[in-house]
């Protein structure tokens, strides 16, 4: 079984941030015994991402998005996986609950963009 680490940012293409999460992964992986085949990064570009991951769909059995998937505008990492996939999104519940207590614990106000992040592909799990 062969997994494959999918970066998303373009402040990782342009050397502004080091990619932590992708180290960590991979050592997760590793220690599970999965073998990680390959590592992607993509920036936040639409196109690009959607096609990437075509080509990572192709030839990783395990894929481990990391990166655009928070509650800003240039967060598409679900959307674009929905759109390589061929399937909607759809709110997952128990993500939204988990958001929700986090603000609140945090004592910040909700937005419609926090509950972006609940948005998941169809077909998928949180």
Do not use: W, Y
Request: charged share 20%; with cysteine.
């Amino acid at each position: 079984m062969g997994a494959e680490i999918f970066s998303v940012g373009t402040e990782l293409l342009l050397g502004q941030t080091i990619d932590t999460n992708a180290a960590f992964l991979a050592q997760k992986l590793s220690q599970l015994g999965i073998d990680c085949l390959h590592k992607t990064t993509v920036g936040d570009n639409p196109g690009r991402l959607i096609a990437a991951l075509q080509h990572s769909l192709g030839r990783s059995d395990i894929i481990i998005a990391t990166g655009g998937l928070g509650p800003s505008e240039d967060d598409i990492t679900a959307a674009a996986v929905a759109q390589a996939l061929e399937v909607t999104l759809r709110i997952d519940k128990a993500s939204v609950r988990a958001i929700k207590r986090k603000l609140a614990e945090r004592g910040i106000p909700q937005l419609p963009s926090h509950l972006k992040q609940a948005q998941i592909p169809r077909g998928s799990r949180a």
